[in-house]
């Protein structure tokens, strides 16, 4: 929507699909851009001929006017026992999470991707707390240095059940940073549901400036289960109300990662009611 916000759908919607196609099903329903997860089916970033294979993404993102930003959630791209391991946070290997990441940021300046985003990871049992941010503050670090490099923005997400679980927690690893320009929030207005202590529209507004990436599904209090819109009790309206009202212009990316089987329906519906809601407002 040129004279609205722009609204995009997130890969790790649709695991069933060649990534070509995925890019062609969402352009042709009428998305404003994509919200790239580099997984093993999906630009994979470990495997042979990735600047070849970035370009020729690039070629289809430009040829259907789709902007992009860069997701770092795959679940088994690293250790196919553990899902999302290693993290910044674990244990050991957290250096091959350092280089996902870092791949991703080069990913990101080759298809002029608005943002990269990550998250925490699980603080494995028994470590102390002050350990788990030194390990976050230093493979962060790492990522920001790779970024400034390549004038990507780094955005980072709180995701229940993680080290980092509140915007709270990403305010608090900026502080520990020194506040670098480079590192901004991600919000997924699912989360502020299930997680936060204030209304969507108010966690919106605490970040302002400060967001470069959103996240876009429903979701119940307390219950971390991405849902379609209506299915849950996020206020669309009035989010999207409070994305204007803080001058976001990043895209608003749909997240329902468990919805892949019925991704071109579940995608049209999910285009539809944000339209619906950005007219309500």
Known sequence: M???LRFGYGTNGFAN??????LDVIAGLGYDGVALTLDHHHLDPFAPGLAARTAAVA???ERHGLSVVIETGARYLMDPWHKHEPTLVSAEGRDRR????????????DLGAEAVSFWSGILPPGTPPEEGWERMARGTEAVLATAAARDVVCAVEPE????????????????????????????DIGHTVCN???????CVRSVGPLLANVQADDMRP????????????????ATLAALREVGYGGLVAVELPRHAHAAPTVAARALAALRAAEAAR
Do not use: C, K, Q, W
């Not at 699909?17 to 995925?22: G, I, P, T, W």
């Not at 350092?98 to 300046?109: G, K, P, Q």
């Open 196 to 202: 936060e202590s204030a209304d969507t529209a108010d």
């Open 98 to 109: 350092v280089e996902y990441l870092n791949l991703a940021v080069r990913v990101a300046a």
């Open 17 to 22: 699909h060649r990534l070509e196609d995925a």
């Open 2 to 4: 040129s004279d609205g």
């Open 222 to 237: 307390g219950v971390h289960d991405h849902l379609e819109f209506g299915e849950g009790d996020i206020d669309l309206p």
């Open 59 to 61: 070629r289809r993102l």
């Open 160 to 187: 229940p059940g993680m080290f980092l679980d509140t915007l709270a927690g990403v305010t608090e690893l900026r502080r520990r940073l020194g506040d670098p320009p480079g590192l901004r929030y991600t919000v």
